[in-house]
T-cell receptor
Framework: DAKTTQPNSMESNEEEPVHLPCNHS???????IHWYRQLPSQGPEYVIH???SNVNNRMASLAIAEDRKSSTLILHRATLRDAAVYYCIPFLGGSQGNLIFGKGTKLSVKP | DAGVIQSPRHEVTEMGQEVTLRCKPISGHDYLFWYRQTMMRGLELLIYFNNNVPIDDSGMPEDRFSAKMPNASFSTLKIQPSEPRDSAVYFC??????????FGPGTRLTVT
């Protein structure tokens, strides 16, 4: 399984962009990069995933390095509701089943 | 859709008692996962099913834990007998074709 490295914690101001980095230098060529987040007292929530190209959805953008050894989750305008632990997870998907959650990055958002 | 439904949301029981946690996955999803979260160990996968068949139960801690999925809309995780170290939040998740997973709200289990 690919090992990931994320900062333990980050702080942001409300309505400012947030860039959450993740290193996954041992990722296999077929693993997608998934991001999940866990708000306080809730279950994890899918955010976004990608393989090689940058990806956008209503929640966030995902920028993937050309060598795929790192990626950055971008929240364009942080809100108080975005305060959560963010997990970066290399994941093949399909019948390969299980997500392996690391410690993630705890994002605090200041009003 | 109501999302993944788990019951009960909170369970307090005494050591030695049997505990049954329940999960209703999202309709149409063919994968179901059971996770456990503690401060010490983080979020870890216990077992997952594909089309109601257990695929990987290597994360189940010991024989005291068992999981079943009798049909596509229901799964149980049973602990018998329960021990204080089983205290944790247990999450159920489901997905379609093994892609993004949708998690339930969790069951907070306290064993005294």
């Amino acid at each position: 399984d690919a090992k990931t490295t994320q900062p333990n914690s980050m702080e942001s101001n409300e309505e400012e962009p947030v860039h959450l980095p993740c290193n996954h230098s041992t990722i296999s060529g077929t693993d997608y990069i998934h991001w999940y987040r866990q708000l306080p007292s809730q279950g994890p929530e899918y955010v976004i995933h990608g393989l090689t190209s940058n990806v956008n959805n209503r929640m966030a953008s995902l920028a993937i390095a050309e060598d795929r050894k790192s990626s950055t989750l971008i929240l364009h305008r942080a809100t108080l509701r975005d305060a959560a632990v963010y997990y970066c997870i290399p994941f093949l998907g399909g019948s390969q089943g299980n997500l392996i959650f690391g410690k993630g990055t705890k994002l605090s958002v200041k009003p | 859709d109501a999302g993944v439904i788990q019951s009960p949301r909170h369970e307090v029981t005494e050591m030695g008692q049997e505990v049954t946690l329940r999960c209703k996955p999202i309709s149409g999803h063919d994968y179901l996962f059971w996770y456990r979260q503690t401060m010490m160990r983080g979020l870890e996968l216990l077992i997952y099913f594909n089309n109601n068949v257990p695929i990987d139960d290597s994360g189940m801690p010991e024989d005291r834990f068992s999981a079943k999925m009798p049909n596509a809309s229901f799964s149980t995780l049973k602990i018998q007998p329960s021990e204080p170290r089983d205290s944790a939040v247990y999450f159920c998740a489901s997905s379609f074709s093994g892609n993004e997973q949708y998690f339930g709200p969790g069951t907070r289990l306290t064993v005294t």
